[in-house]
């Protein structure tokens, strides 16, 4: 997690390193202003030939942002990084989309080997202080419960922050559901929660990304959701 300012004919420029076999998630959050996202891999052979390799611009990029409750994100799956090959890095631009306006500030996150959860199959993991860990869950379901539970396995306090769909990664400050209370955390997501209230959603296909946040040090169990058919 990075925080940083573009103007309109300024933009930022971060790299993510990828060893080629996993996805690439990047998101952007505006705290001033509007910004967009621009990609571009590059194979290891090029950027140690080219110490200055092309960076993304708008008008020549591989991927750009798509948009999502005032929050940008590019998802680079990693069959499109096969291509780039082992060690491949991947350059991005956070660009200013209005001119004449003061330097937009942002906050930005990027994420790669994302582990994506089994149905009832607990991992463990660990998590460092103000640091995230992105899991995904496919849901199978149309009607159902899903359920997240999270239980630390020393000192520490991680906490569960989910987003419905790839477009946006949690955070503490952004996400659809959570779960912070004090030590172990359990998350239940339904049909009837208020999110789904207007009717127009289903939790079936929805890709969830969890993110515990700890407040120290913390050595963690993050089990896998539990997708439960309502009787």
Known sequence: MQYG????DSPTNFVVSTEGNSDVVVT???KKGSVVLYASAVPRAEYIR?????L???????FDSTSLANAHTILIPKSSL???GVDCKVYVSVYQTVNNTPAS????LSATNVIHLADTIPIIDIITEQSYKYYFFDVPCTDC???????PLSQGDPDIYVNKGRERLPTTSSSNFKASRYRGEFLQISKSDPYFAAGKESIQGCLLYTS????????SRMPSSACKKKK
């Open 28 to 30: 952007v959050y505006p």
């Open 145 to 151: 419960t899903l359920s997240i539970s999270l239980t």
């Open 212 to 219: 515990p946040s700890p407040r120290d040090l913390s050595t």
């Open 82 to 84: 096969d291509t780039c």
């Open 105 to 108: 500030e942002y906050m930005i």
């Open 5 to 8: 300012s573009a103007a309109f």
């Open 56 to 62: 993304p611009t708008k008008e020549k990029h591989q």
């Open 50 to 54: 080219n110490q200055n390799p092309p």
